[in-house]
């Protein structure tokens, strides 16, 4: 499995959703945007704290949920 190093979850940020690096932008708002047809570019527009490989980790750890792959252990 590929390390998600940028995918964190800590019950005191976001009720304990999972977001990027500690920040309180949740993967589920990155995979919002990019469902309703926004651009990488548009999602990094929106939020420049984020870089290109946090997004592409949101998605990565998407896919592995749905896959029910996903092993995280909270911060």
């Known amino acids: 499995m590929t390390k998600l190093d940028r995918i ?3 019950p005191r940020v ?3 959703q999972p977001t990027v690096r500690g920040m309180r932008i ?3 708002v990155i995979l919002k ?3 309703g047809g926004k651009s990488l570019q548009d999602v990094l527009d929106a939020y420049p ?3 290109t490989e946090d997004v ?4 990565q750890f998407a896919a592995w949920v749905v ?5 995280m252990v909270p911060a």
Request: proline share 0%; with cysteine.
């Open 33 to 35: 945007m990019l469902a």
């Open 26 to 28: 949740s993967v589920s």
């Open 56 to 59: 592409r980790q949101a998605m």
């Open 49 to 51: 704290e984020l870089e």
């Open 67 to 71: 896959a029910d792959q996903v092993q």
């Open 14 to 16: 976001c009720l304990g």
């Open 8 to 10: 964190t979850v800590d």
